[in-house]
Each structure stands twice: as C-alpha cells, then as structure tokens.
C-alpha cells in the first residue's frame, strides 16, 4: 500500500473505506508545501481545502484583540485540518501557520463534494465518520465548559 493510502486510511473519516474508495481519494490529493511560519490558510479566509499533515507540524491559532496570537494547537504528521470550513462551506474559523516547514495532502471542496455525490456508499461512510467526530468534539466541548463553570463558581 503506498504512503498517501497508508496516511488516508489512518484518519478516522477515512479508516472505513474500502481500498478501491481509498484511491478516489488519493486520487483528489495535491501536495503542497510552505516555509516554517508561512500561513496556509488565515481566520476569515473562504474554507476551500482540507488538508492532511505529511512532514512537519501546523499551528492552528487565533489573534485575539490587544493580546496577539493565541496558539489553539500544534498538529502534526497524518492531522487532518480545515475540514470544518469544507463540510459547512463557511469561512475559515483559525489560521493555520506551518510550523517548522510543513508538506501535506489538500483536497479541494469542490473535487471531494464531486466524489461524494457520485460515489454514494463512499458517502455514507464518510458523512457517519464526521457525524462520530463531530459529536467527539462536542462531548469534549461540554466537559471542558462544566469544568470552567465548576471553577468560575469559586
């Protein structure tokens, strides 16, 4: 199996496809690369691409208001990122700076929505990975917000 199907099949939204389904998608997937610090994509930007980390890392932040940049994460080797402003077709919600040099797969929007609408069993699998992630981040949202309220009460 090569790398880019090894590195796809390591993703949860991707774990359950079949090899054939894996090669759709590798087939979409153009390498990009940037310099340590370079932006890859900026918050507000139109959310065109998703991305998957090959080599290096990617900090995901925000500038808040009169304190500068605040780090959210530092992704790194096999990260799928991006993929919220893709699914929802909205803005980008963070920058994501390369940190340390980053090359990674990107898929197009456009390229990936084509795939799902012609490949419906590829669909359903994909769509129910995001629904399982999404509904992760929520739990993970509602434990992080009960202990902020638990400690804002004292």
Not at 39 to 64: A, D, H, K, M, T
Not at 90 to 112: C, K, N, V
């Amino acid at each position: 199996m090569s790398a880019t199907l090894e590195l796809l099949r390591s993703l949860p939204i991707f774990a359950a496809l079949t090899p054939e389904e894996l090669g759709k998608i590798a087939e979409l997937c153009e390498t990009k690369s940037w310099e340590s610090s370079e932006y890859i994509f900026r918050e507000g930007e139109p959310g065109n691409r998703l991305f998957i980390i090959v080599e290096g890392g990617v900090r995901i932040s925000r500038q808040i208001p009169g304190a500068g940049e605040e780090a959210l994460a530092v992704l790194k080797r096999g990260s799928l990122f991006g993929e919220m402003a893709v699914f929802d077709k909205s803005e980008r919600s963070t920058d994501a700076i390369s940190h340390g040099g980053t090359t990674a797969l990107t898929i197009s929007r456009s390229e990936f929505e084509m795939l799902m609408e012609f490949n419906r069993d590829l669909a359903y699998k994909v769509l129910w990975a995001v629904v399982r992630m999404l509904s992760g981040r929520l739990r993970s949202t509602n434990e992080s917000l009960k202990s902020f309220l638990a400690l804002s009460m004292f």
